[in-house]
């Protein structure tokens, strides 16, 4: 076998990879709901980016707290809940554990989606400039819970005296973010109502996800005994957008701008997902994207 044809029968075998990785996952939804074009009121909200579960020199002898926080800044992290024994500055505080909530691991994902990550999504699309999906996109998530969190888990492997780190806390912390939405402007102070009310996001997406009744307007993490509509508004390309009661889809959604009407007591959670294309009820290359923290109709 000559070099040209060994080099063919690579180039075919990662074509062959980079097309099955592009377009699996694939979902069959035989039924989609239509929520029509309405117009609802908007909130005024303040939206702070957090990390959970970072690890640094302080438990795993690797991790400057200084790259750490660089790297915080640079991703646009408001600040990060880690292994520190007590608060620096506004940005690094210790670990809240009793917060009830279910976590989602960075860490949990293999060696082998990591590696195919890197080759067929990382790769190419840094080639072209282009900014690839964390492997975390790839995952099924159930939504049975009071709170999700996704925890930024991973190790630094390496820290070198000057200051060069493998993996980079910048790589560590491009799983997705935590996003707490608050109608109070200024400082956080309720540490675990935070963690309580957060919107996992795995890609920087325009996103807005609440509730609103003839009272008031209500976030994820918060519960009322009022009749209220539940808006999710995004501009993604084709978007899917399914409603969770009590952890059981319940409505499925194949546009960006939803306005239903909660009309039972139950835990209302949102997943938003994104596909390449769809043929008839087949739905290639899905993607998920976001995941809310439920709202509660009492």
């Not at 282009?130 to 975390?136: C, I, V």
């Given at each position: 076998m000559t070099f040209q044809r060994v080099i063919r029968y690579f180039l075919s075998l990662y074509l062959l990879g980079f097309f099955l990785y592009q377009l699996t996952p694939i979902k069959v939804m035989p039924y989609i709901n239509y929520a029509p074009a309405s117009l609802f009121p908007k909130p005024l909200l303040e939206e702070h980016a957090f990390a959970y579960g970072v690890k640094t020199a302080f438990s795993s002898h690797t991790g400057s707290l200084k790259n750490l926080l660089e790297a915080l800044e640079d991703k646009g992290f408001s600040l990060a809940f880690t292994d520190v024994s007590r608060k620096f500055g506004n940005k690094l505080y210790p670990m809240v554990e009793d917060h009830g909530c279910v976590v989602f691991k960075d860490s949990d994902t293999g060696f082998l989606r990591r590696l195919g990550n890197f080759l067929f999504e990382t790769l190419p699309k840094t080639l072209v400039g282009?900014?690839?999906?964390?492997?975390?996109v790839f995952k099924e998530y159930p939504m049975e819970g009071r709170c999700f969190l996704l925890s930024h888990d991973r190790k630094v492997w390496i820290t070198t005296f000057v200051g060069l780190e493998i993996p980079p806390y910048s790589s560590l912390l491009s799983a997705g973010k935590n996003l707490y939405l608050s109608r109070d402007r200024?400082?956080?102070?309720?540490?675990?109502k935070l963690l309580?009310?957060?919107?996992?996001?795995?890609?920087d997406i325009p996103l807005s996800i609440f509730s609103y009744s003839e009272k008031s307007f209500y976030l994820p993490g918060e519960e009322t005994p009022n009749r209220f509509r539940l808006v999710v508004e995004t501009s993604i390309k084709n978007p899917i957008v399914v409603v969770y009661r009590n952890g059981q889809p319940l409505y499925t959604f194949s546009q960006g701008r939803v306005n239903v009407e909660v009309k039972e007591?139950?835990?209302y959670a949102v997943k938003v997902l994104t596909y390449k294309f769809k043929v008839d009820i087949f739905y290639f290359g899905v993607r998920t994207l976001a995941l809310s923290t439920p709202i509660g109709a009492l």
């Open positions: 282009a900014k690839g999906d964390s492997p975390l200024g400082r956080l102070k309720d540490l675990r309580r009310r957060s919107v996992i996001v795995f890609r007591k139950g835990l």
